[in-house]
């Protein structure tokens, strides 16, 4: 399975802060945002991932992660030239794509809770059809509202309905088998211009290939999307980082218990930020050996 961050978008709702930066590159807390979808696809044993973003932006990812050899993957880059909707990354990323299953996460999404691994290693075990996930909100009126059945098939998908069907919404993670090329290239731009998401999984739905995994009580789902939630975000991180004393989405770390680099390259990777306490804690890490 191969993987891709869609890092897009103009981030027009943290306006003055994206005027001449890609909000995925903005700090969560101590480390960029482009981190925590990162990380999501490396504790999915995804090496082989495509970033896609703006013609401004892209160079920055390019300084930031480079090719992902030091992290024991393989890290691609393509442009989306104009905001035309996210199922546009299954046409840009085709070729990358090319006979695998495929796993996408939106750049600015963050994920945690214990359960994570579970679900993630039940979703890379797809072998037709998709999943998409289901987290519960209180007031899910403003989201996409997922309806399922007992065996966790999809039943209805809707967009931010009056009366909602049930109250799990769908969040920006979603994981599919090749067929999403061909549907990606058949499906019309919306009302608004853009290829929906949506109609994606509106078609998986048709041909009854969709299934909903489900997160619970104790998961916590944030999108960074504005200014508030981003400094929520952030006080999250920080909250459990400082109280656990484990840091979330530390890439080099789960590159590292996946087995994708070693001790020795470990190292090296905190030698890089030894002066912060986001390097101290790589570095502690080959100390400890926390529950390797």
């Given at each position: 399975m191969k993987g891709i961050i869609l890092a897009g978008g103009k981030g027009t709702r943290l306006g003055p802060l994206t005027k001449s930066v890609s909000k995925q590159i903005l700090p969560i807390y101590d480390k960029p945002m482009i981190y925590y979808p990162l990380s999501v696809l490396l504790m999915a044993g995804i090496k082989e991932i495509l970033l896609i973003s703006t013609p401004r932006d892209i160079s920055l990812y390019m300084d930031l992660l480079g090719d992902g050899k030091e992290l024991g993957i393989d890290i691609k880059y393509e442009v989306q030239e104009e905001s035309n909707g996210l199922a546009e990354a299954f046409i840009i990323g085709e070729d990358f794509i090319g006979t695998d299953n495929v796993c996408l996460v939106l750049g600015d999404n963050i994920f945690f809770g214990q359960s994570f691994q579970e679900k993630l290693d039940i979703a890379t075990s797809l072998s037709e059809g998709a999943y998409i996930f289901g987290y519960p909100i209180e007031d899910p009126r403003e989201f996409g509202v997922v309806e399922f059945d007992s065996q966790y098939n999809v039943v209805s998908i809707e967009e931010k309905p009056k009366e909602p069907k049930s109250n799990f919404v769908v969040p920006g993670l979603y994981f599919y088998d090749n067929s999403v090329i061909e549907i990606a290239k058949n499906i019309k731009p919306s009302s608004r211009g853009e290829l929906e998401i949506t109609d994606i999984n509106n078609e998986y739905l048709r041909r009854?290939?969709?299934?909903?995994?489900?997160?619970?009580?104790?998961?916590?789902?944030?999108?960074?999307?504005?200014?508030?939630?981003?400094?929520?975000?952030s006080n999250f991180v920080e909250t459990i980082q400082q109280r656990q004393g484990f840091y979330i989405a530390c890439i080099e770390e789960i590159a590292w218990r996946k087995g994708f680099i070693d001790s020795q390259q470990l190292k090296k990777l905190a030698n890089k930020n030894i002066k912060t306490n986001y390097g101290k804690y790589i570095n502690d890490l080959l100390k400890n050996d926390l529950s390797k």
């Amino acid at each position: 399975m191969k993987g891709i961050i869609l890092a897009g978008g103009k981030g027009t709702r943290l306006g003055p802060l994206t005027k001449s930066v890609s909000k995925q590159i903005l700090p969560i807390y101590d480390k960029p945002m482009i981190y925590y979808p990162l990380s999501v696809l490396l504790m999915a044993g995804i090496k082989e991932i495509l970033l896609i973003s703006t013609p401004r932006d892209i160079s920055l990812y390019m300084d930031l992660l480079g090719d992902g050899k030091e992290l024991g993957i393989d890290i691609k880059y393509e442009v989306q030239e104009e905001s035309n909707g996210l199922a546009e990354a299954f046409i840009i990323g085709e070729d990358f794509i090319g006979t695998d299953n495929v796993c996408l996460v939106l750049g600015d999404n963050i994920f945690f809770g214990q359960s994570f691994q579970e679900k993630l290693d039940i979703a890379t075990s797809l072998s037709e059809g998709a999943y998409i996930f289901g987290y519960p909100i209180e007031d899910p009126r403003e989201f996409g509202v997922v309806e399922f059945d007992s065996q966790y098939n999809v039943v209805s998908i809707e967009e931010k309905p009056k009366e909602p069907k049930s109250n799990f919404v769908v969040p920006g993670l979603y994981f599919y088998d090749n067929s999403v090329i061909e549907i990606a290239k058949n499906i019309k731009p919306s009302s608004r211009g853009e290829l929906e998401i949506t109609d994606i999984n509106n078609e998986y739905l048709r041909r009854n290939k969709l299934k909903v995994i489900l997160f619970g009580r104790g998961f916590a789902w944030l999108d960074t999307g504005n200014p508030t939630t981003m400094l929520k975000a952030s006080n999250f991180v920080e909250t459990i980082q400082q109280r656990q004393g484990f840091y979330i989405a530390c890439i080099e770390e789960i590159a590292w218990r996946k087995g994708f680099i070693d001790s020795q390259q470990l190292k090296k990777l905190a030698n890089k930020n030894i002066k912060t306490n986001y390097g101290k804690y790589i570095n502690d890490l080959l100390k400890n050996d926390l529950s390797k």
